[in-house]
């Protein structure tokens, strides 16, 4: 209960809530990050701690998707929503855009991309616009104008990406969408895949389709534990009144596992999940379905639906320190810390300039580096 | 409450909260939407629109049942006419109350039931078909609908059955023609009346208890979760209209238009829909006691509540010499309907811009996702 606890000791302490001082000599502070949206149409990244006090408000060209925080260094990467032209890397300590990488021409990202564990690489997805086909690039931080290495992703439109814990595959969500701009064009005869790269070689080690049947079940988010199992939120691009499991489990080796909640809680994720993570325990998955204003939880040591949380359009997930706690931020500026088993959600305090946000899809939490 | 935490601590975090909000005073010199009167608003809407809209939509299905009814006793040119006119007086108080996309009409799919449209696959035309050619005994009772898909429950295939082509003839020598004319008439009076019903006896509750899950009193946005839905159900239909009911149909040009993408093109009354739909966004906005432009004076926006009015009264103005049929404005008025979407355009600014001023974070589209 970290992020909690040390919260709750704060509020109690009255008006220190409302300087919440960093000090030295306090252990580093947690912090918060995602891209948002004002409501003049603006685009941000936003860094702040768990108390509600912001670190950081970076202007950003286009709006962007995901968040990623460097593992040795106090900067944040945002990376720009499909079809993206930007990766800006920020420094939380004093505002400086540190790069502003761009996509080689006729390239254009995908949303997403990681550090590498080092932290001197950037791993991202791409779009090779003349092919169509899905390629993942690692940059250099020291020299990220041009990619070191650049592989087929073996699919089109991919989305997330991950790294293996010992840190030597990579795992690409192939969302199976061809896409010119936003516009989708292969709807009928899509073809979504999980992909297992080597780091080194790109070397297809094992990619994963759904059934015929599930083909429009696009693979776009997930999230992979210490076991190397993959927790997936699926998008449906069928018919609106169709019902399909829309979360996935893979474990290397085998096949997709498509994992469906009870009816009643199906129909309400609308067809739509938009983030997915562990827990600190790797054993607890939180899948997110915003435009069901709902957040789902589910055990994967048992394969099973475990419970879920009303939550108006939120969709950005995190893992805190605690097992079985996320924390989750909603369209309509509101985070909170979801405790599932407890059947409890409860919001952060922000000041109306963070809650007057529209936190956008994913979220990063991390402890601050100086 | 089930969470030990939270029972034992929620007077700090109330006590905590107090301080925080005056706190927002003091130094961001933020007033906030503390001023608007939220539960009066939702009470004047529920009370004033939503109950009243859903009432004028069940009882003009009520009277399409009958019309339907009739019809199948007397198939004649007279009985069909009025059949058809029941029909589009209770397509026109659908769409006077189609912007309410929460709550009771989303039970048991009641809105993909009663309009599923757009669609782009002719779903609804094909399962028609089929249903045309059931044995001539096939009971088209609740069963039936039960089982149905949606695209044949509600007013696009009613809408089918009577302005095809040979309507006449076919409900004159085909009893299942008929018959399901008939039972689908029934069918959607039934859904209407079942939603009016629901309304009454939950919409208070509904308004009381938040879509967001309630438990919110500590948040700093301190504004319910149904306001934000209420405010949603006027300002995003707007981008609809624009985007799905008029450009996606006006194609790239006079030469190469998309009629049948048109909404209702088969009984022309498309743009009498998008009257209705507007007519509904207005009165919202308008309110009797406690509309968005009450809410914009009170907070000392009474030019932007005047320009919103005027913009209304502006397309009004425009689309009221084009009648009913797209179809044919499209050949004789390409001109004047791109200028209405233009003027569309700016008054979705202008409300987004209104609800940013009341510090309501609208979120995400409800069609937003990647």
Known sequence: ?370 | MKHAINTSLLPTLAGASAIFLLAGVIHINHAAAQSADWPAYNAETLQEDILPRYQHFASEASELADAGTALCQKPDVQSLEQTRAAFRSTLNAWQGISHIQFGPVTYLMRNYSIEFWPDRKSIGRKQLRATLELPADTAFDDEFFHQASVSIKGLPALEQLLYGPDALSRLQQETTYCRLTQAISGNIADMANGIYQDWQKNGEQLLAASSDGGEDETSSADIPAISTDLMKSLVEPIELIRDTKLLAVMGKGPDATYPHRAENWMSEQSLASIRANLDAAHDMFTGSTAGLAQLLRQRGEPDMAKAIEQQFQLIDDHLEPLGDSLTAALDNHYEALKSITDSLKVLDVLLNKAVQSLDIQLGFNSRDGD
């Open chain 1, 1 to 370: 209960m970290e992020i909690n606890r040390r919260r709750l000791l704060q509020l109690m302490a009255g008006a220190a809530v409302l300087t919440a001082l960093p000090s030295r000599a306090q252990p580093a502070p947690i912090l918060i990050a995602s891209a948002a949206d004002t409501t003049d149409g603006k685009h941000w990244l936003i860094v702040m701690d768990d108390l509600g006090v912001e670190r950081l408000r970076h202007l950003l060209p286009e709006r962007a998707h995901h968040v990623a925080a460097h593992p040795t260094r106090p900067w944040v990467a945002a990376v720009a929503r499909r079809p993206g032209y930007y990766i800006d890397v920020v420094d939380y300590n004093n505002a400086q855009l540190v790069h502003r990488i761009e996509p080689q021409s006729g390239r254009h990202f995908y949303g997403h991309a990681i550090f590498t564990p080092d932290g001197n690489g950037l791993w991202a997805t791409e779009m090779d616009m003349d092919s169509g086909e899905g390629r993942v690039t690692l940059r250099t931080l020291a020299d990220p104008a041009k990619p070191l290495l650049d592989f087929s992703t073996a699919g089109i439109g991919p989305h997330e990406l991950l790294l293996s814990p010992d840190g030597s595959t990579l795992v690409i969500a192939n969302g199976g969408i061809l896409t010119d701009g936003r516009d989708k064009l292969n709807i009928d005869s899509m073809q979504p895949s999980l992909a297992y790269l080597d780091v080194a070689s790109g070397a297809l080690l094992e990619q994963r389709f759904l059934a015929p049947d599930d083909h429009q079940l696009s693979i776009r988010h997930m999230d992979i534990n210490a076991n190397g199992e993959v927790i997936i939120a699926l998008q449906y691009q069928g018919e609106a009144t169709d019902d399909k499991p829309l979360v996935a489990l893979h474990r290397r080796g085998e096949a997709l596992l498509l994992l469906r909640a009870p009816a009643d809680i199906n129909r309400q994720m609308a067809q739509y999940c938009g983030s997915a993570r562990f827990d600190s325990s790797g054993r607890i998955a939180a899948v997110s379905a915003p435009r069901g204003n709902l957040i789902t939880f589910w055990d994967v040591a048992e394969n099973r639906f475990l419970t879920s949380l009303r939550t108006a359009d939120g969709c950005g997930l995190a893992a805190t320190d605690e097992p079985e706690v996320f924390i989750a931020s909603s369209g309509r500026g509101r985070c909170y810390t979801l405790y599932p088993r407890d059947d409890y959600r409860e919001p952060l305090l922000l000041p109306p300039q963070l809650s007057s946000l529209a936190w956008d899809n994913h979220m990063a939490l991390f402890h601050a580096l100086g």
